[in-house]
């Protein structure tokens, strides 16, 4: 897509398994965190949410994980679809701040 | 329900030339935005508003300005366009200052607008 890329890291996954999706946050302080979808020419979706004084948190199919002793947050899709193919990056915010975002990972979903 | 959205879809212009974006939302959402999205970047802030009537500088607000005359609308000019604005620009609302006020309370984007400045 126009609007992704050259450099994103790129997850490669069979129609059908499960896709996990890192990122690594930048302030430690942050106490809310984002898992934004965005496919080839359109804007970011947003999918799920979580916030710092809870370690998962679970969608439709999909599930984030929050791991502040190191930083890192996941997304984890269950039964990946083609239809999961696309962009997707984490956001981070501290207290009444912006929302900082992540450069993004493209899932490819094989059929 | 057209959640935001965002005019022209498409623009190519010439370095000097000026032009306005339109963002429009039907959720009643105080806050807005207007990012821009480069290749292997993340979205970077450009300007925002907190209500009608108010806009404020982001991360990279030098050679755009935004007015906010109406609650459901926020536009982003370029005075004289550069080729280092050559970018996807989106525009996003939410319903508390930068979202996060509960869960599900987000920002939500429009579908962006793809301008080239030649």
């Known amino acids: 897509g126009e609007n992704v890329g050259l450099h994103l890291p790129t997850l490669s996954v069979q129609e059908g398994d499960n896709s996990i999706i890192n990122c690594a946050y930048s302030?430690?302080?942050?106490?809310?965190f984002i898992w934004y979808k965005q496919e080839s020419g359109k804007g970011p979706q947003f999918i799920i949410d979580i916030r710092s004084n809870m370690d998962k948190r679970q969608g439709q199919r999909v599930t984030v994980l929050l791991n502040k002793t190191v930083k890192h947050l996941s997304l984890q899709i269950a039964a990946t679809q083609p239809g999961d193919s696309a962009v997707y990056f984490c956001?981070?915010?501290?207290?009444?701040?912006?929302?900082?975002f992540g450069g993004g990972t493209r899932l490819m979903v094989k059929p | 329900n057209a959640g935001v959205t965002q005019t022209p879809k498409f623009r190519v212009l010439k370095t000097g030339q000026s032009m306005t974006l339109l963002c429009a939302q039907d959720m009643n959402h105080e806050y807005m935005y207007w990012y821009r999205q480069d290749p292997g970047m993340g979205l970077r802030l450009i300007h925002y508003?907190?209500?009608?009537?108010t806009t404020a500088k982001g991360e990279v607000p030098d050679g755009y300005n935004v007015s906010r005359l109406k609650k459901q609308n926020f536009l982003l000019g370029l005075e004289s366009a550069a080729p280092s604005q050559t970018s996807v620009y989106f525009c996003?609302?939410?319903?508390?200052?930068w979202g996060g006020g509960a869960y599900g309370d987000t920002q939500y984007f429009g579908p962006g607008t793809r301008l080239t400045v030649l």
């Open positions: 508003s907190v209500g009608e009537g």
């Open positions: 302030n430690s302080a942050s106490d809310y």
């Open positions: 956001a981070e915010k501290y207290a009444g701040n912006m929302l900082t």
């Open positions: 996003a609302s939410s319903y508390s200052p």
